[in-house]
């Protein structure tokens, strides 16, 4: 596979993640355009491990690495990016549906940010 590949993959759904999140209005689908954004780092965090390692092949690790140098080190970084998006589902899925308990709505663009733009909602 070239290894141009899974950058431009990468780029276009980070773009696709940077879109959802500007355009959106519900916060159940910005959520998952700023998933997209975290699966795209985690691609290139891996494909960049992967075409770096393999462009270094001649050259001495004493040279650009310590002795005892992590193999797979773009993989466990991804892992810790997956560790914070669930992290960041839990957290924001729960914020998500305490406002839809109170507001009856999760339409970001009538989210009160400060209590005197607290308009009292008939229930």
Request: hydrophobic share 60%; charged share 15%; glycine share 6%.
């Amino acid at each position: 596979m070239h290894a141009v590949i899974p950058y431009v993959v990468a780029a276009l759904l980070f773009g696709l993640g940077v879109y959802g999140v500007l355009r959106r209005r519900n916060a159940i689908l910005v959520l998952m355009a700023v998933e997209l954004m975290l699966n795209a780092v985690n691609l290139i965090l891996v494909a960049a491990d992967s075409t770096i390692k393999s462009s270094l092949v001649g050259v001495p690790s004493e040279s650009w690495a310590h002795a005892t140098a992590e193999p797979r080190a773009g993989a466990i970084f991804a892992l810790f990016v997956i560790v914070l998006a669930a992290a960041e589902v839990g957290v924001g899925l729960a914020i998500v549906l305490q406002y839809y308990r109170l507001r009856r709505a999760v339409v970001l663009d009538e989210v009160a940010l400060h209590e005197h733009d607290h308009e009292q909602v008939p229930r």
